[in-house]
């Protein structure tokens, strides 16, 4: 089992930056990648970044150059660095964690809410 808390979310203006945090407890060594995922009221689920634990990092394409991801192995946390932000990232953000227990296995926080006014 793999255990995820968020922290981090919050209100702010548009063009503003928040930073997600995301700390995993329970098998921590079976985890090969952590992510952050978000959702808008209304519509799917949706990839923001991934990181792999060799620190290769996939983003959207929406997030670009605007948000980034990191692992501090050490504390077994991951971030969202989220900068430039817009309305249209107004979303619940849920980090993932992939692990392999068996089998491939996906493991969700609460997810933590961010909102960016206009």
């Known amino acids: 089992q793999v255990q995820l808390v968020e922290s981090g979310g919050g209100l702010v203006q548009t063009g503003g930056s928040l930073r997600l945090s995301c700390a995993a407890s329970?098998?921590?060594?079976?985890?090969?990648?952590m992510g952050w995922y978000r959702q808008a009221p209304g519509k799917q689920r949706e990839l923001v970044a991934l990181i792999a634990n060799g620190g290769r990092a996939n983003y959207a394409d929406s997030v670009k150059g605007r948000f980034t991801i990191s692992r501090d192995n050490a504390k077994n946390t991951v971030y969202l660095q989220m900068n430039s932000l817009e309305p249209d990232d107004t979303a619940v953000y849920y980090c993932?964690?992939?692990?392999?227990?068996?089998?491939?296995?996906?493991?969700w926080g609460q997810g933590t809410q961010v909102t960016v006014s206009s």
């Open positions: 329970g098998s921590i060594v079976s985890i090969v990648r």
């Open positions: 993932n964690a992939l692990a392999i227990i068996s089998r491939p296995i996906d493991y």
